[in-house]
């Protein structure tokens, strides 16, 4: 089954909400450690930036048909259904669980790698390949921020 590349990059938009709204949470649950709220609070900016890139480029893009390349569809439709992309009902429940500071560092660290690993499939179907591969650089920065995070608490 393919997508439109309208479709996909709905889907990006759809994955940064999840994200604002993930680290919007986070800030707020840890609004007493003002290093980890400080993170969240920048990473929830980020996402919100990136969400209005996307929505931008789902302006501009006319629909070049569906992206019929099975392997890459099959994927794209794993990491849509996956835990951390199936919507507000699906994948905001478990932030009930996040209780340490551990937990909602390593829950962010996984959200923002399988959003590296949806962009890079997204970068290989549209056209406006650079403005995905600088949303990549900084989704990038998200982990190294992450880990340096866990590394240094």
Do not use: C
Not at 22 to 45: I, Q, V
């Amino acid at each position: 089954m393919g997508f439109s590349t309208g479709e996909v990059v709905e889907m990006a938009i759809q994955t940064e909400r999840l994200g604002y709204e993930f680290y919007s949470a986070m800030s707020r649950r840890f609004e007493k450690d003002e290093k980890l709220r400080g993170l969240f609070e920048m990473l929830a900016f980020k996402e919100r930036a990136h969400e209005k890139i996307f929505t931008e480029i789902k302006g501009k893009v006319k629909d070049e048909g569906t992206v019929d390349r099975e392997e890459v569809a099959r994927y794209l439709r794993a990491v849509v259904e996956s835990e951390f992309f199936l919507g507000k009902e699906k994948s905001l429940p478990p932030l009930e669980h996040v209780k340490s500071e551990t937990e909602a560092v390593n829950f962010a660290l996984s959200f923002e790698k399988e959003t590296l690993l949806y962009f890079y499939s997204l970068r290989d179907m549209v056209r406006d390949k650079e403005i995905i591969t600088a949303i990549i650089k900084e989704e990038k920065e998200h982990v190294a921020w992450l880990r340096e995070y866990r590394d240094t608490a």
